[in-house]
């Protein structure tokens, strides 16, 4: 008899460390498409001396690593854990992604930006986490936007929490407006006139090529070219869309969709007062009046300790002034690959909370109502953007019009992918035509939605 209480004693004691610090076997897959159960909501075991390691994939440049390795030590103080941070290239970044869960080494948590998270959800890759983050009244839920949540539900299922979010904006160079002597875009905003047509108009005046000056660059000032994310906003501002609702359908093949992609050629062709596709050149160079990118491109200008004065202005409005702002999301989900999927989603947990949220405002704008105005988000550090300039190019954007997720599809890294190269053919003479390349870019585009 005491023989047989010993083996017991060993099993118990055996299974007890089988769930320390998180390390519970993946959970077991529903029968709803892309949906895995959550885990039990049950906290690790703070007190396993047990480590075990998790893996976060995120992408951007060395500080920002840094950054992230620097949030994790009172994760990984706390669960007795390690937290190692794995960057990636974003144009790589879904399908690296792809490929290491298919082979079934993917990163227990990994960043999914707008087009993505539709991929790895139906193919299901990804951890409801729902009984995490809707339990606990101190984490408020509820306080996400809707918007931001509704591309990476089902149902009750949460499989993924938003971190960043926000409309793109307008950095202008103040420097190179006054010696130029021309009236600022923050100008022609208090009267009413900021639109398309008025910053193809300043971009001419600004631009001096004999000294390497350009007004205007609209894909985003830091990272690689995509005229999805890059021209959303304009061909909506244009009435247009690249999609109906449904993400069924292609729809830029329109005059109003035509019309938006011959302005974004005739800027860079006609006026030459665009940078080239393949030119690098930043906004912190000094030689570009006014560049399109995300809120949080702010920090690198500040970062760099640019030599001019700049400002921030809304993206200019078009022949449809009642457009949606075209956001972006980027999420934290945990993958089914996980070993530790309970630690797994206490870290995507931990790392969006209200506070936590607070604390990374200067990086990342979390999509929480609470946090839109904020003191910690509308007093940036070093008081730039301004209170003045937050308020008018991001926070009355999105009270005024309201918010439009870019679009998600399985095959939407496919579809981006063909959108670019399309744009790529037309801009270097592939295509006579702004007609010929949207036909040409329709049929190709409609085949990927269907498929």
Same mark, same amino acid.
């Given at each position: 008899?005491?023989?047989?209480?010993?083996?017991?004693?060993?099993?118990?004691?055996?299974?007890?460390?089988?769930?320390?610090?998180?390390?519970?076997?993946?959970?077991?897959?529903?029968?709803?498409?892309?949906?895995?159960?959550?885990?039990?909501?049950?906290?690790?075991?703070?007190?396993?001396?047990?480590?075990?390691?998790?893996?976060?994939?995120?992408?951007?440049?060395?500080?920002?690593?840094?950054?992230?390795?620097?949030?994790?030590?009172?994760?990984?103080?706390?669960?007795?854990?390690?937290?190692?941070?794995?960057?990636?290239?974003?144009?790589?970044?879904?399908?690296?992604?792809?490929?290491?869960?298919?082979?079934?080494?993917?990163?227990?948590?990994?960043?999914?930006?707008?087009?993505?998270?539709?991929?790895?959800?139906?193919?299901?890759?990804?951890?409801?986490?729902?009984?995490?983050?809707?339990?606990?009244?101190?984490?408020?839920?509820?306080?996400?936007?809707?918007?931001?949540?509704?591309?990476?539900?089902?149902?009750?299922?949460?499989? %993924?929490?938003?971190?960043? !979010?926000?409309?793109? +904006? *307008?950095? $202008?160079?103040?420097?190179?407006?006054?010696? /130029?002597? =021309?009236?600022?875009?923050?100008?022609?905003?208090?009267?009413?006139?900021?639109?398309?047509?008025?910053?193809?108009?300043?971009?001419?005046?600004?631009?001096?090529?004999?000294?390497?000056?350009?007004?205007?660059?609209?894909?985003?000032?830091?990272?690689?070219?995509?005229?999805?994310?890059?021209?959303?906003?304009?061909?909506?501002?244009?009435?247009?869309?690249?999609?109906?609702?449904?993400?069924?359908?292609?729809?830029?093949?329109?005059?109003?969709?035509?019309?938006?992609?011959?302005?974004?050629?005739?800027?860079?062709?006609?006026?030459?007062?665009?940078?080239?596709?393949?030119?690098?050149?930043?906004?912190?160079?000094?030689?570009?009046?006014?560049?399109?990118?995300?809120?949080?491109?702010?920090?690198?200008?500040? %970062?760099?300790?640019?030599? !001019?004065?700049?400002? +921030? *202005?809304? $993206?200019?409005?078009?022949?449809?002034?009642? /457009?949606? =702002?075209?956001?972006?999301?980027?999420?934290?989900?945990?993958?089914?690959?996980?070993?530790?999927?309970?630690?797994?989603?206490?870290?995507?947990?931990?790392?969006?909370?209200?506070?936590?949220?607070?604390?990374?405002?200067?990086?990342?704008?979390?999509?929480?109502?609470?946090?839109?105005?904020?003191?910690?988000?509308?007093?940036?550090?070093?008081?730039?953007?301004?209170?003045?300039?937050?308020?008018?190019?991001?926070?009355?954007?999105?009270?005024?019009?309201?918010?439009?997720?870019?679009?998600?599809?399985?095959?939407?890294?496919?579809?981006?992918?063909?959108?670019?190269?399309?744009?790529?053919?037309?801009?270097?003479?592939?295509?006579?035509?702004?007609?010929?390349?949207?036909?040409?870019?329709?049929?190709?585009?409609?085949?990927?939605?269907?498929?």
């Amino acid at each position: 008899m005491k023989k047989i209480l010993s083996v017991l004693l060993i099993v118990v004691l055996a299974a007890g460390l089988l769930v320390a610090c998180g390390g519970s076997q993946a959970p077991s897959q529903t029968q709803s498409p892309g949906a895995t159960n959550a885990p039990e909501t049950k906290s690790p075991d703070q007190g396993s001396s047990e480590k075990v390691t998790l893996t976060i994939a995120i992408w951007g440049d060395e500080n920002r690593k840094k950054t992230f390795e620097e949030l994790f030590t009172g994760f990984e103080q706390k669960y007795n854990c390690d937290v190692v941070v794995n960057l990636v290239a974003y144009q790589d970044y879904a399908t690296k992604l792809a490929t290491q869960l298919t082979a079934g080494n993917a990163p227990d948590v990994v960043w999914l930006a707008d087009g993505m998270e539709r991929q790895f959800l139906e193919s299901g890759n990804l951890v409801d986490i729902s009984s995490y983050v809707k339990n606990d009244p101190d984490y408020n839920y509820a306080d996400f936007y809707e918007t931001a949540m509704s591309a990476i539900t089902d149902g009750d299922k949460v499989f %993924g929490i938003p971190f960043s !979010f926000g409309p793109r +904006v *307008v950095y $202008v160079n103040k420097t190179l407006f006054e010696k /130029a002597g =021309v009236k600022l875009p923050s100008e022609y905003l208090a009267e009413g006139k900021w639109t398309y047509e008025t910053m193809y108009e300043l971009a001419r005046k600004l631009t001096d090529k004999s000294k390497g000056q350009y007004g205007l660059k609209l894909w985003d000032t830091s990272s690689a070219t995509n005229y999805v994310y890059a021209f959303y906003d304009l061909v909506l501002a244009y009435g247009a869309d690249y999609f109906n609702k449904d993400t069924t359908d292609f729809t830029l093949n329109t005059p109003e969709g035509i019309k938006a992609v011959q302005a974004v050629y005739d800027v860079i062709y006609k006026d030459q007062s665009h940078l080239k596709p393949g030119d690098a050149t930043e906004f912190t160079a000094g030689t570009i009046a006014m560049a399109r990118s995300t809120f949080s491109y702010a920090k690198t200008i500040k %970062g760099q300790n640019v030599d !001019f004065e700049w400002e +921030v *202005v809304p $993206v200019p409005t078009g022949p449809d002034a009642d /457009a949606p =702002v075209i956001t972006g999301f980027a999420y934290y989900s945990v993958t089914t690959n996980s070993k530790n999927p309970q630690l797994a989603a206490e870290l995507v947990k931990y790392m969006t909370t209200i506070d936590m949220m607070k604390t990374m405002v200067n990086t990342f704008v979390a999509p929480r109502a609470s946090l839109l105005n904020s003191d910690e988000f509308l007093q940036q550090e070093g008081g730039k953007p301004t209170k003045e300039e937050i308020l008018r190019s991001f926070v009355a954007p999105i009270e005024e019009r309201g918010l439009r997720p870019y679009p998600a599809h399985k095959n939407f890294t496919k579809i981006q992918d063909q959108i670019t190269m399309d744009f790529d053919n037309y801009f270097a003479g592939v295509y006579s035509s702004a007609e010929e390349m949207v036909k040409a870019m329709e049929q190709a585009v409609r085949a990927l939605l269907n498929q």
